[in-house]
Each structure stands twice: as C-alpha cells, then as structure tokens.
C-alpha cells in the first residue's frame, strides 16, 4: 500500500511562486510514474506534469504550464516536487499528486494511488 501526502499549497498573487511536495510511504516499487494533477471547480481532473522515476530527465508537462512548471524527484526521500513559477490566477485549483504505470501521463486512469490534495490558489 502506498500513502501520498502533499503539503506546499497556499495564497499567492498573480506572478508568484510555490513549492508543492508530495511524499510517499509505504512500497512504491510497482509505480514506475509520479505525476501532479489539479481540479479546479466545474472542472475535469488535469494532468499537469509527471516524473519518470527511473531516470529524473523524462518529464513531462502539460502545455498550459511548460516553462512555468518543474516536476522534480528525490527517490532517496521518496518525494515529488512541483516548482509553481510565473503562477495565474487560472492555475487555482487544488493539485494533488499521483504514483502509478502512467502508460499515458496524463491520464488519471493509470495512476493507483492518489494523495488528498493541496489547494493553489492565485489571485489577480
């Protein structure tokens, strides 16, 4: 069993930065992704960004926040880290974080284990 905890979310304004963790207990050697997704209200579930965890270099990023976004990994700490740069006001929503095969990493379906989320919210 796998136990996801994110922290690291907050109130910022428009142009501002924050660091979302999320750290894994418990066996994740049957989880080969770990990827950040948020909702907003009214919204669907999006991928935002994932981590391959055998090799730190394959990432990737959702379109609405390449070059603003970076997903990183420490495997030693079992964590995920998503660096929120250049934030906006439409990347409130809450972001949670997500271990599994992510044949497609943008699809929620492939990730077995969810943590409870960390609300981001941007204001103008």
């Known amino acids: 069993q796998v136990q996801l905890v994110e922290s690291g979310g907050g109130s910022v304004q428009a142009g501002g930065s924050l660091r979302l963790s999320c750290v894994a207990s418990?066996?994740?050697?049957?989880?080969?992704?770990m990827a950040w997704f948020r909702q907003a209200p009214g919204k669907e579930r999006e991928g935002v960004a994932a981590v391959y965890l055998e090799n730190a270099d394959r990432t990737y990023y959702a379109d609405s926040v390449k070059g603003r976004f970076t997903i990183s990994r420490d495997n030693a700490r079992k964590t995920v880290y998503l660096l929120l740069n250049s934030l906006k006001p439409e990347d409130t929503a809450m972001y949670s974080c997500?271990?599994?095969?992510?044949?497609?990493?943008?699809?929620?379906?492939?990730?077995?284990?969810w943590g409870q989320g960390t609300q981001v919210t941007v204001s103008s």
């Open positions: 997500a271990a599994g095969n992510g044949y497609y990493w943008y699809l929620p379906k492939y990730y077995n284990y």
């Open positions: 418990g066996s994740t050697y049957s989880s080969r992704y």
